[in-house]
């Protein structure tokens, strides 16, 4: 009797293990920032935009303007895109 107990508890509980990890495995992907340091004046985001081409946007938080760069997968090569003055834009939206 004290036997089928024990079998039953460790069934349940590898379930509930197997579960979890399914659950786990089974996440969708997430696009995440990372703040760098220098008291976090920056934040980058990169990510592909297209087949072969990579985009790195880079935020400088004090001066408050985001940059712009893709990055050429075959070429191996890194061009700067340009820049965006984040308060004139959220200014002008506002108006």
Do not use: W
């Not at 990055?71 to 984040?86: A, F, I, K, S």
Request: hydrophobic share 50%; charged share 20%; aromatic share 8%.
């Amino acid at each position: 009797m004290v036997k089928n107990i024990v079998l039953a508890i460790l069934v349940c509980a590898n379930l509930g293990l197997l579960a979890g990890i399914v659950l786990q495995a089974s996440a969708p992907s997430l696009a995440l920032a990372q703040a760098t340091g220098l008291a976090a004046n920056y934040l980058a985001v990169a990510g592909e935009i297209r087949d072969q081409y990579d985009a790195l946007y880079l935020l400088d938080v004090k001066a408050r303007r985001l940059h712009a760069f893709y990055y050429d997968v075959g070429r191996r090569e890194l061009t700067y895109v340009g820049n965006r003055d984040l308060e004139r834009d959220i200014r002008h939206n506002r108006d």
